[in-house]
């Protein structure tokens, strides 16, 4: 089972540059999440998604965009890259059903450098 | 926002020694989860809790859901070397909403003693 799939694992972009980083899922969970992870710290969530056609703005959403077309692809958008996104990026997705938050599962995340 | 603070930030063991962590909050949380980041991996669940003092393992790991639903802990009984690596606590917060969002603790770096 693939799980939660991401690409690219590494990327290099100057400031200004846009990019997508791709995740796909191939365990029909219905929610998908975008979280950034920064040196000694824990994640935080950019963007989430309960559904196709559905996303919603996490804790640190600014300079991204995401779209959910598919149940099983959820990509991030950067426009306008700058050296503040500079991080590792885990993408990861959950089926949730009703109140019960059930256990996300992660990709091997995206190492993305902004110079 | 809500916070969790996590303890200790990094600790050094010898093959063999117990471990213990520990992950506390202000608020109540109804779902406390415990996940294991390698290098270059993202994180993998380890243990989920889903009711106050629930006490659950997963081989040689142990963890508790709080009574009072504002903590939980981990241990890991009779370390080995591929213990090491960064540990996460993370929980849905009551009344979080139906997205699910979890938030996550800062971590516990595991290392070997040199």
């Known amino acids: 089972n693939a799980g939660v799939t991401q690409t690219p694992k590494f990327r290099i972009l100057k400031i200004g540059q846009s990019m997508t980083l791709q995740c796909a899922q191939d365990?029909?969970?219905?929610?998908m999440y975008w979280y950034r992870q920064d040196p000694g710290m824990g994640l935080k969530l950019i963007y989430y998604s309960v559904g196709a056609g559905i996303t919603d703005k996490g804790e640190v959403p600014n300079g991204y965009n995401v779209s959910r077309s598919t149940t099983e692809d959820f990509p991030l958008r950067l426009e306008l890259a700058a050296p503040s996104q500079t991080s590792v990026y885990f993408c990861a997705s959950s089926y949730q059903v009703g109140r019960y938050n059930q256990p996300q599962h992660f990709g091997d995340g995206t190492r993305l450098s902004i110079l | 926002g809500q916070q969790l603070n996590q303890s200790p930030q990094s600790m050094f063991i010898q093959e063999g020694e117990d471990v213990s962590m520990n992950c506390t909050s202000s608020?109540?949380?109804?779902?406390w989860l415990w996940y294991k980041q390698d290098p270059g991996e993202g994180p993998v669940l380890l243990i989920a809790?889903?009711?106050?003092?629930e006490l659950t393992s997963n081989g040689r790991l142990t963890a508790q859901f709080g009574i009072t639903r504002k903590d939980s802990f981990l241990n890991i009984s009779a370390s080995i070397p591929s213990d090491v690596g960064i540990y996460f606590c993370a929980g849905h917060p009551l009344g979080g909403g139906s997205q699910g969002n979890l938030i996550f603790g800062k971590g516990t770096k595991l290392s070997v003693k040199p």
């Open positions: 365990m029909n969970h219905n929610y």
């Open positions: 608020s109540i949380f109804n779902t």
């Open positions: 809790l889903y009711k106050a003092g």
